[in-house]
């Protein structure tokens, strides 16, 4: 790849009963960058927006397990989710990526890039953080 082609977004969704966190990449998938939380139907307009306006190659997917691998209550959720994206975007690979620990990890970030505790507790701005850690995890070790 040279640094110059452009190529169509990677987006990653990290998802929520509430909340889901959706980021996506720079035209040239090196950077992600958060877009925003949404509830699910807000999501699948944004999604389309974006495979409309830039093109999708991807989607990656927060997928929640346990420290020992094993499944949660989560898992079967998201599980459903991603079934309801492939009858939607049946062209798109979709990808589910490990999400262990990244809630928590993407915290940590947020307070050490100096995002006031006030910022930080906005709803909804931990789920896109998290989105754009994994998007950004996926693209360093990707290429």
């Known amino acids: 790849m040279s640094i110059g082609s452009i190529k169509k977004r990677i987006v990653a969704i990290d998802y929520g009963t509430k909340r889901i966190g959706l980021a996506k ?8 960058q958060p877009v925003g939380t ?3 139907p807000s999501l699948m307009q944004e999604l389309e927006k974006i495979a409309v ?6 989607v990656l997917v ?4 346990n420290s020992d691998d094993t499944e949660n209550r989560m898992t079967s959720v998201v ?7 492939q009858s939607r975007y049946a062209n798109i690979p979709i990808e589910k990526i490990d999400e262990f ?10 307070r050490q890039t100096g995002t006031r505790k006030k910022q ?6 931990l789920d896109q953080a998290v989105a ?7 693209l360093e070790h990707s290429s």
């Open 38 to 40: 949404y509830d699910e």
């Open 120 to 125: 930080r507790q906005k709803k909804g701005r």
């Open 101 to 110: 620990g990244s809630s928590k990890y993407a915290g940590a970030l947020l």
């Open 53 to 58: 306006s830039d093109g999708i190659e991807r």
């Open 62 to 65: 927060g997928y929640p397990k």
């Open 79 to 85: 599980d459903r989710f991603i079934e309801r994206l």
């Open 25 to 32: 990449s720079d035209p040239f998938q090196m950077f992600a």
């Open 132 to 138: 754009a850690m994994l998007l950004q995890n996926y």
